[in-house]
Protein backbone atom coordinates (compact mmCIF):
# COMPACT_ATOMS: atom_id res chain seq x y z
CA UNK A 1 0.00 0.00 0.00
CA UNK A 2 1.30 3.28 -0.69
CA UNK A 3 1.89 6.13 2.06
CA UNK A 4 -0.63 8.46 1.27
CA UNK A 5 0.65 11.82 -0.25
CA UNK A 6 -1.45 14.00 1.99
CA UNK A 7 -4.63 14.93 4.45
CA UNK A 8 -6.57 16.47 1.12
CA UNK A 9 -5.32 13.55 -1.12
CA UNK A 10 -7.19 11.07 1.94
CA UNK A 11 -10.20 13.50 2.10
CA UNK A 12 -10.54 13.57 -2.00
CA UNK A 13 -10.30 9.68 -1.96
CA UNK A 14 -13.29 9.54 0.70
CA UNK A 15 -15.56 11.77 -1.13
CA UNK A 16 -15.26 9.86 -4.43
CA UNK A 17 -15.89 6.89 -2.54
CA UNK A 18 -18.94 8.56 -1.40
CA UNK A 19 -20.18 9.96 -4.33
CA UNK A 20 -19.40 6.38 -5.96
CA UNK A 21 -21.76 5.54 -2.88
CA UNK A 22 -24.32 7.60 -4.12
CA UNK A 23 -24.25 7.47 -7.60
CA UNK A 24 -25.24 3.78 -7.39
CA UNK A 25 -28.44 4.64 -5.70
CA UNK A 26 -29.34 6.97 -8.54
CA UNK A 27 -33.38 8.15 -8.38
CA UNK A 28 -35.68 9.29 -10.79
CA UNK A 29 -34.70 12.95 -10.47
CA UNK A 30 -33.01 15.53 -12.96
CA UNK A 31 -29.52 15.32 -13.53
CA UNK A 32 -29.29 18.96 -11.95
CA UNK A 33 -31.37 17.66 -9.52
CA UNK A 34 -29.18 14.88 -8.17
CA UNK A 35 -25.96 16.98 -8.34
CA UNK A 36 -27.46 19.42 -6.07
CA UNK A 37 -28.60 16.82 -3.84
CA UNK A 38 -25.64 15.25 -3.78
CA UNK A 39 -23.26 17.79 -2.82
CA UNK A 40 -25.96 18.57 -0.03
CA UNK A 41 -26.33 15.02 1.05
CA UNK A 42 -22.30 15.13 1.04
CA UNK A 43 -21.56 18.90 3.00
CA UNK A 44 -24.41 17.32 5.57
CA UNK A 45 -22.34 14.37 6.13
CA UNK A 46 -19.20 15.57 5.88
CA UNK A 47 -19.85 17.86 8.75
CA UNK A 48 -21.67 15.26 10.63
CA UNK A 49 -18.25 13.64 10.63
CA UNK A 50 -16.48 16.66 11.54
CA UNK A 51 -18.80 17.09 14.52
CA UNK A 52 -18.57 13.84 15.97
CA UNK A 53 -14.52 14.28 15.81
CA UNK A 54 -14.89 17.55 17.57
CA UNK A 55 -16.59 15.84 20.58
CA UNK A 56 -14.74 12.51 20.23
CA UNK A 57 -11.47 14.22 20.32
CA UNK A 58 -12.74 17.27 23.06
CA UNK A 59 -13.35 14.32 25.23
CA UNK A 60 -9.93 12.21 24.73
CA UNK A 61 -8.23 15.83 25.24
CA UNK A 62 -10.00 16.31 28.72
CA UNK A 63 -8.77 12.41 29.68
CA UNK A 64 -5.28 13.50 28.55
CA UNK A 65 -5.39 11.24 25.87
CA UNK A 66 -2.48 11.64 23.57
CA UNK A 67 -1.62 12.07 19.87
CA UNK A 68 -1.66 8.39 19.27
CA UNK A 69 -5.32 8.28 20.58
CA UNK A 70 -6.15 11.22 18.28
CA UNK A 71 -5.31 9.66 15.06
CA UNK A 72 -6.85 6.25 16.00
CA UNK A 73 -10.04 8.01 16.99
CA UNK A 74 -9.83 9.99 13.57
CA UNK A 75 -9.21 6.60 11.21
CA UNK A 76 -11.80 4.89 12.92
CA UNK A 77 -14.59 7.67 12.70
CA UNK A 78 -13.23 8.42 9.39
CA UNK A 79 -13.04 4.13 8.35
CA UNK A 80 -16.76 3.97 9.78
CA UNK A 81 -18.23 6.89 7.98
CA UNK A 82 -16.56 5.42 4.72
CA UNK A 83 -17.61 1.66 5.35
CA UNK A 84 -20.55 1.92 7.15
CA UNK A 85 -20.77 2.05 10.69
CA UNK A 86 -21.51 -2.06 10.70
CA UNK A 87 -17.77 -2.20 9.86
CA UNK A 88 -16.32 -1.30 13.42
CA UNK A 89 -18.11 -4.66 14.25
CA UNK A 90 -16.03 -6.74 11.91
CA UNK A 91 -12.80 -8.80 13.28
CA UNK A 92 -10.59 -7.12 10.81
CA UNK A 93 -11.56 -3.82 11.40
CA UNK A 94 -9.06 -3.27 14.35
CA UNK A 95 -6.48 -4.56 12.00
CA UNK A 96 -6.97 -1.81 8.96
CA UNK A 97 -7.34 0.53 11.70
CA UNK A 98 -3.82 -0.19 12.43
CA UNK A 99 -2.88 -0.15 9.17
CA UNK A 100 -4.22 2.98 8.13
CA UNK A 101 -2.71 4.80 10.85
CA UNK A 102 0.89 2.89 9.93
CA UNK A 103 0.69 4.44 6.32
CA UNK A 104 -0.42 7.50 7.35
CA UNK A 105 2.89 7.56 9.92
CA UNK A 106 5.14 6.65 6.82
CA UNK A 107 4.31 10.03 5.23
CA UNK A 108 6.37 12.80 7.38
CA UNK A 109 4.14 15.42 5.53
CA UNK A 110 0.80 13.62 5.91
CA UNK A 111 1.53 12.77 9.81
CA UNK A 112 2.26 16.35 10.72
CA UNK A 113 -0.74 17.78 8.28
CA UNK A 114 -3.35 15.27 10.24
CA UNK A 115 -1.74 16.03 13.59
CA UNK A 116 -2.41 19.63 12.92
CA UNK A 117 -5.76 18.93 11.54
CA UNK A 118 -6.62 17.37 14.76
CA UNK A 119 -5.79 20.02 16.91
CA UNK A 120 -7.20 22.30 15.17
CA UNK A 121 -10.37 20.47 15.48
CA UNK A 122 -10.73 21.06 19.33
Known amino acids: MNPVG ?3 QLVKL ?5 ARQQNTSTEKTTKAETQKSS ?11 LETLRHKIADQKKENK ?3 ELVTIFVETILAWQ ?5 I ?3 GFTTLSKQVMETIELDPETSKQL ?3 LQSLS
Do not use: K, N, P, Y
Not at 39 to 49: I, W
Not at 83 to 87: A, F, M, Q, V
Open 6 to 8: GID
Open 14 to 18: LQQRL
Open 39 to 49: AATRRDQTEQV
Open 66 to 68: GDA
Open 83 to 87: LGEDI
Open 89 to 91: QDS
Open 115 to 117: HSF
